[in-house]
């Protein structure tokens, strides 16, 4: 069973702009979910979180060019993470993934660092173009 799945990757050029969705599955409701990124050779980075009331996080390296935002389904109905990204450019070239986490519990969101979020997404990539 895969529980986050990530979609929306592909190549933009620099200065565009790109959404990337994860579906989530409900067993991760009420959970402090997140996106990270990975490019070749760099550390696993986080990039935002967002708790299970709908409040939001950023790394300085995205702040005010990403946003993370979710959709709240209906009992039974997989929630949707997303990521719009913004003024993109290419440092920004990498695999985006999906991540969850119950660490601090309640939904509560209080890290940005891999080791605190214990499910995965598959990834998506991301290439920038000049």
Do not use: P
């Amino acid at each position: 069973q895969v529980d986050l799945v990530e979609s929306g990757g592909g190549s933009v050029q620099a200065g565009g702009s790109l959404r990337l969705s994860c579906s989530v599955s409900v067993r991760y409701h009420g959970y402090c979910l997140g996106w990270f990124r990975q490019a070749t050779g760099k550390a696993r980075e986080g990039l935002a979180r967002i708790d299970s009331v709908g409040k939001t996080t950023y790394a300085d390296a995205v702040k005010g060019r990403f946003f993370i935002s979710q959709d709240n389904g209906r009992n039974g109905e997989k929630t949707n993470l997303y990521l719009q990204m913004d003024r993109l450019n290419s440092d920004d070239a990498a695999i985006y993934y999906c991540t969850a986490t119950n660490k601090w519990g309640g939904g509560q969101c209080r890290g940005l660092l891999a080791d605190e979020y214990t499910s995965w997404g598959q990834g998506t990539q991301v290439a920038i173009s000049s």
